[in-house]
């Protein structure tokens, strides 16, 4: 009888622990902001095969897993360049993602550029806060989605930035946004109340904080939430670490919810152990680096489907067409001051408007880190890949003010020399002087900029309220690119100042 018993307590512990029985374990991969990305970075992190090995052996070792994508994979190398999204979006697919949501960046070519492409992506596409009936991307998108695994069910939702003052007027006509904080708990309070569901989780593209303080983001609807479980985000490019005050949010219950986001680029990724009978989750990064190399180099199939369109990458990557006195990150003030300070030049030259007094441009829209020596076409065309034409724009004084205060509130942006800006935490504009003259709100400036910003871009309202002097036919990054090339020839090297023309006292 004792061996019957030890017997029967044996086949039971064997029942209890085996695959599926029990509480129900789901694992979550989340990539945001890949941004083209399909080879490693010039810091050797990265990468699509990588990432297709890494993506291939989480699956095999866990029963239940979900991929899901947070929009912005395009824009940022050569391959958006040159083929305009063909190799991103089937990477979504041939990566294995299951739900992905849109970011700003797949509207940078306008909705008939990415429509049709989108359309074959077999992920599921959710959007909840996106009434795109109207639109060319009409059909494609779902608010949410509900996934089972064993006896739980899990509903995913997507959140996208307004896209007012992100999104390039014209190119995402039809689309009609609804605010993201009165949505997101709306929605996750239906999937749990009407649909049952167990775990709700919001995959967003919104900033774990917001560029501009009207705008809602993700701490922001964590923090007035009562029913969403998990937040993955995207767009502010937040490397977000575990176990810190960024990542475990206090829900309105005060309640930690996880909120998770990986940076850029596709260097890391998010892992979300979830554990759907506690709820409780374990967040974790995956570094996409070196150490998946010789994983990657068994993705066969992949490689040989990459290689044609690495031809093309590569015959612009080795065409060098100038040279850098120093290294450079993108965003850094020599960046900025560089990029306005040619601007500026090339707008006077190209115009033929000789008294432009400055240049204003958006420090976001350099791409790409400056390197030192050897400069070729493909990298120019990375640093500034968008289709924006350069404008000059007649402004009122008071109208150039409101601008600077878009661009104060958020952290400051790129201006030429003849600018000197300072402002307060609350954005408001301390000093701004022209030349060394204060800024006169009755007075008319010109001012070089691009179209984007021109028509309220970034939140430039100031800048849709002035006239139009001129407008130019042919992207800006062509103008760069001709700008490097006559450097060369003049025996000169790219080099600016680090000096802060916009700063916060």
Avoid at 84 to 93: N, P, R, T, W
Avoid at 142 to 159: L, N, Q, T
Avoid at 326 to 333: P, Q, T, V
Wanted: glycine share 8%; proline share 3%; charged share 25%.
């Amino acid at each position: 009888m004792k061996t019957l018993r030890n017997m029967f307590i044996a086949v039971m512990a064997m029942v209890l622990t085996a695959p599926g029985v029990g509480a129900e374990k789901l694992v979550i991969i989340s990539a945001n902001d890949t941004h083209s990305q399909i080879e490693p970075a010039p810091d050797g992190n990265g990468g699509a095969l990588r990432q297709k090995a890494l993506f291939r052996q989480v699956r095999n070792e866990n029963e239940n897993t979900l991929f899901v994508h947070c929009g912005d994979a395009v824009q940022g190398t050569v391959y958006f360049n040159l083929y305009k999204g063909d190799v991103e979006y089937a990477l979504l697919d041939s990566l294995g993602y299951d739900i992905i949501t849109l970011g700003n960046h797949e509207f940078d070519n306008g909705m008939a550029g990415f429509a049709d492409k989108y359309a074959r992506i077999k992920a599921e596409k959710v959007s909840a806060n996106y009434d795109v009936s109207a639109s060319l991307l009409a059909g494609q998108f779902k608010p949410y989605v509900i996934k089972a695994y064993g006896d739980k069910r899990v509903g995913v939702f997507g959140v996208n930035v307004n896209p007012v003052g992100m999104i390039a007027d014209g190119h995402y006509d039809g689309i009609r946004y609804l605010n993201a904080l009165d949505v997101a708990d709306a929605t996750a309070k239906y999937l749990k109340e009407v649909q049952k569901v167990d775990y709700v989780v919001m995959i967003s593209h919104i900033g774990y904080n917001s560029m501009d303080p009207r705008e809602p983001n993700d701490s922001l609807i964590v923090a007035t939430s009562h029913y969403i479980d998990l937040v993955i985000g995207g767009h502010s490019h937040t490397v977000i670490k575990p176990n810190t005050n960024y990542s475990d949010v206090l829900n309105a219950d005060g309640k930690v919810v996880v909120i998770g986001q990986n940076g850029k680029s596709g260097k890391i990724v998010g892992r979300y152990d979830v554990d759907l009978d506690t709820k409780e989750v374990k967040y974790s990064h995956i570094s996409i680096d070196k150490s998946l190399d010789a994983a990657a180099a068994q993705e066969k199939a992949l490689e040989a489907w990459l290689e044609p369109y690495r031809h093309g990458v590569d015959s612009l990557m080795n065409n060098p067409v100038g040279e850098s006195a120093r290294a450079w990150k993108n965003h850094s003030y020599t960046s900025q001051n560089w990029v306005c300070d040619a601007s500026l030049e090339i707008v006077k030259k190209i115009s033929g408007i000789k008294d432009v007094d400055c240049a204003i441009m958006n420090k976001g829209g350099v791409r790409v880190d400056m390197p030192a020596g050897v400069l070729t076409e493909g990298l120019i065309n990375s640093m500034f890949p968008f289709d924006n034409r350069y404008v000059v724009l007649n402004i009122k004084g008071s109208d150039l003010l409101d601008a600077l205060k878009s661009m104060a509130n958020r952290g400051g942006d790129a201006m030429s020399k003849e600018l000197r800006v300072e402002f307060n935490a609350k954005a408001e504009i301390l000093s701004a002087k022209l030349n060394g003259k204060k800024v006169n709100p009755d007075k008319m400036y010109k001012v070089a900029t691009i179209d984007y910003l021109a028509n309220g871009g970034d939140y430039m309202e100031g800048f849709k309220r002035a006239e139009k002097l001129w407008v130019d036919g042919t992207p800006y990054g062509v103008h760069i690119l001709q700008y490097v090339k006559d450097l060369k020839s003049q025996g000169k090297k790219v080099d600016s100042t680090d000096e802060v023309r916009m700063k916060q006292k």
